[in-house]
Nanobody
Framework: QVQLVESGGGLVQAGGALRLSCAASGRTCSSYAGGWFGQAPGKERDIVAA????????YYADSVRGRFTLSRDTAKNTVYLEMNSLKSEDTAVYYC?????????????????WGQGTQVTVSS
């Protein structure tokens, strides 16, 4: 089992920045991949960004590309989502996820482990 704990959410004004962290513990593995998903009220949980643990290859949704940056610290088993130039439409609960495969995927159904979520609210 892998446990994921997110942190770093909060309230920020439009144009501001936040950094989300996702710390993994338990039976982590270098062949895993991770992702961040956002879920706004009344909407589905959508991919924001994904990263492979071993090579650090990344994927970004079109809506965040150029504004968000995903990185990982393998020594700390932690993935970071740097969120810049935030917009009101970025408001959502953000979930960290991990899958027991090293390939990237945008489908939430293909992730095996989930964190509890952290709220990001962007005021306009």
């Amino acid at each position: 089992q892998v446990q994921l704990v997110e942190s770093g959410g909060g309230l920020v004004q439009a144009g501001g920045a936040l950094r989300l962290s996702c710390a993994a513990s338990g039976r982590t593995c270098s062949s895993y991949a991770g992702g961040w998903f956002g879920q706004a009220p009344g909407k589905e949980r959508d991919i924001v960004a994904a990263i492979t643990w071993s090579l650090g290859s990344t994927y970004y949704a079109d809506s965040v590309r150029g504004r968000f940056t995903l990185s990982r610290d393998t020594a700390k088993n932690t993935v970071y989502l740097e969120m810049n130039s935030l917009k009101s439409e970025d408001t959502a609960v953000y979930y960290c996820a991990a899958r027991r495969r090293m390939t990237l995927t945008t489908s939430s159904h293909e992730y095996d482990y989930w964190g509890q979520g952290t709220q990001v609210t962007v005021s306009s």
